[in-house]
């Protein structure tokens, strides 16, 4: 049996879903603060399970916290199709990043209960503990030790500012679950996620099909120059670092036109030392964070940087050390999976376009374990960790359905 497109979600169900979910840890902004494994995670992990419960799923948890609601199979010895994504927010979060992945999953299972439909494969809904990694550095850390990227007891050893563990508040809200993180075999995994980006909603488009999920590649620099005196020290005499740093942040913003379309260039933390009023700049501590679709491009990105800095700490008779702190290989995201969802979205009648993720996500990690796809809607403004972040019920239900479709290309239907 093929699906047809009829065949759609409830849409009002999963928007009031949304809704009800997001009034777990409801901001005055209309936003939602809802940071990982604190008693709001609890209350919309318990919620979130008793939605599972009614709907006839079963629930196991792994050592991470991770949940996966499961509805069985014709044939439970075959993997599962996974779909899913998180439930925790950022301090100053909205209502759909993560809770629209999880949700519009659950409304798959409850549309397939609706229509007594029998897939092959099992289907699991998952709920990833800490995939905004603001409580507990880094992002996307559970789905990264299902996929091996970390093991259990560094995740368990993360601490949060006031020094409580990720293993120590796991433990005090009940979820340290008894299965193993990841080591079984996943036949697929989808995850809905607004764009957080402005390009569909611009558009006018409905869908963006995800091919890839952008590299990243993350520098600290210090550059050093000599602190002096503001006054007496003449101008061509100064070593001054902040002068220095000036020029490599514009540097890492040209570099980031250069390399249109898809990078992005971003120095988001710097530090002046001794930060004084009347005193030239002796160090300057800053960041850099370097994202592409294509690993080439992202390597010729790294090498203009180093040029940059070069060029500029000799002009200005500095010095400075360069380190790459963090790398993440460009995704490419499974075809097969990818096909499904263009191809649902095509069945449906959706507008569509493939696009690429600036943004980390469980499905990145996912990606190195299983064969893996992302569907994007718009979201208002392209705006989100802002508690502004919006999007519309018709956008919400058109990534559901298009999720109930891919997901049953993959898992296939019985009856
Ligand atoms: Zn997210």
Redesign the pocket.
């Known amino acids: 049996m093929q699906p047809d497109s009829n065949m759609t979600i409830d849409g009002d169900r999963l928007w009031s879903s949304l809704m009800e979910m997001a009034r777990i840890g409801a901001t005055p902004k209309g936003g939602v603060k809802r940071l990982t494994l604190t008693d709001l995670d609890l209350e919309s992990r318990d919620l979130f399970k008793s939605w599972c419960t009614a709907a006839g799923l079963t629930i196991k948890v792994d050592k991470m916290g991770t949940m996966f609601a499961r509805r069985e199979g014709a044939d439970p010895a075959l993997p599962p199709v996974m779909l899913g ?2 439930l925790d927010t950022q301090p100053t979060g909205g209502k759909f ?2 809770a629209l ?1 999880v949700l519009s999953a659950l409304e798959v299972v409850r549309t397939l209960n609706d229509l007594g439909i029998k897939t092959r494969h099992p289907i699991e809904i998952v709920n990833f503990t800490n ?2 990694g603001s409580r507990f550095a880094p992002a996307m850390l559970a789905s990264g030790v299902f996929a091996g990227a970390f093991d259990l007891d560094y995740a368990y050893a993360r601490a949060d500012v006031d020094g409580k563990t990720f293993g120590d508040e796991l433990k005090r809200i009940g979820y340290v679950g008894p299965e193993e993180v990841g080591g079984r075999p996943v036949h697929a995994f989808f995850e809905v ?1 607004i764009e ?1 980006g402005p390009i569909l909603e611009e558009e006018g488009t409905d869908i963006g099909v995800v091919t890839h999920a952008n590299g990243q590649y993350w520098y600290e620099i210090v550059i050093e120059g000599v602190e002096s005196h503001a006054g007496p020290t003449p101008m061509a005499r100064r070593k001054d670092a902040l002068v220095g740093a000036a020029g490599v942040i514009q540097a890492v913003n040209d570099i980031g036109f250069r390399f249109q379309p898809t990078a992005c260039a971003t120095v988001g933390m710097i530090e002046s030392y001794p930060n004084s009023r009347n005193v030239i700049p002796g160090r300057v501590f800053l960041t850099v964070d370097f994202r592409h679709a294509d690993q080439g491009k992202l390597d010729e990105m790294e090498d203009a940087l180093k040029e940059a800095v070069a060029e500029i700490a000799k002009a200005k008779s500095l010095t400075y050390s360069l380190e790459q702190i963090f790398a993440f290989p460009v995704t490419a995201f499974d075809e097969d999976c990818v096909s499904a969802v263009r191809g649902a979205a095509e069945k449906l009648g959706f507008s569509h376009r493939d696009i690429t993720s600036g ?1 980390g ?2 499905a990145v990690y996912m990606a190195q374990v299983a064969p893996t796809a992302m569907v994007f809607t718009p979201c208002i403004d392209g705006i ?1 960790h802002n508690e502004a972040e919006d999007m519309t019920q018709a956008w919400a239900a058109a990534g559901g359905s298009v999720l109930l479709h891919a997901v049953l290309e993959r898992a296939g239907i019985v009856e």
């Open positions: 994504s998180h990043d993560g992945g995939e905004e996620h957080q943004a996500h469980d989100s």
